[in-house]
C-alpha cells in the first residue's frame, strides 16, 4: 500500500480541520493505520491509530477529546478531523501502514505517506 497524506493549512487557535490519508493499493481495506506527527526539533509523536475494520481506535492524551480518526474503506482513505487547534499542534502530519510492534511507536509503521504541513497561529 502506498500512502499520501493531504488537508493541512494554516489555522487559527480553536479552528477545525481534517486530514485525509489516501491509499493505493489492494491492501488498504486490511492494513491498521496511523496519525502521528513531527514539530521541528522533536520526534515523530504518535497521535491516532484505527484498525483496518475501525474496531478498535485509540488518541494520545494531546490530542483525545479534539481529534477523531477514521476510515472509508470504499474510499480507500482514513482520515483525522481536528478540532479545538492549539498551537501546539503545529507540525508536520503523517499517515503510516502499522506493521508489528508497540502500536504508538513509529517504528512500528512502514511505509509513510508524505507528510502534510499543520500550522497554528493567530
Known amino acids: 500500500v502506498q500512502l499520501q497524506a493531504s488537508g493541512g493549512g494554516l489555522v487559527q487557535p480553536g479552528d477545525s480541520l481534517r486530514l485525509s490519508c489516501a491509499a493505493s493499493?489492494?491492501?488498504?481495506?486490511?492494513?491498521?493505520l496511523g496519525w502521528f506527527r513531527q514539530a521541528p526539533g522533536k520526534e515523530r509523536e504518535f497521535v491516532a491509530f484505527i484498525s483496518w475494520s475501525g474496531g478498535r481506535i485509540y488518541h494520545s492524551d494531546s490530542v483525545k477529546g479534539r481529534f477523531t480518526i477514521g476510515r472509508d474503506n470504499t474510499k480507500s482513505t482514513a482520515y483525522l478531523q481536528m478540532n479545538g487547534h492549539k498551537p501546539e499542534d503545529t507540525a508536520v502530519y503523517y499517515c503510516?501502514?502499522?506493521?508489528?510492534?508497540?502500536?504508538?511507536?513509529?517504528?512500528?509503521?512502514?511505509?509513510w505517506g508524505q507528510g502534510t504541513q499543520v500550522t497554528v497561529s493567530s
Open positions: 503510516g501502514a502499522y506493521l508489528r510492534g508497540v502500536l504508538y511507536e513509529s517504528s512500528s509503521y512502514s511505509p
Open positions: 493499493g489492494h491492501t488498504f481495506s486490511t492494513t491498521d
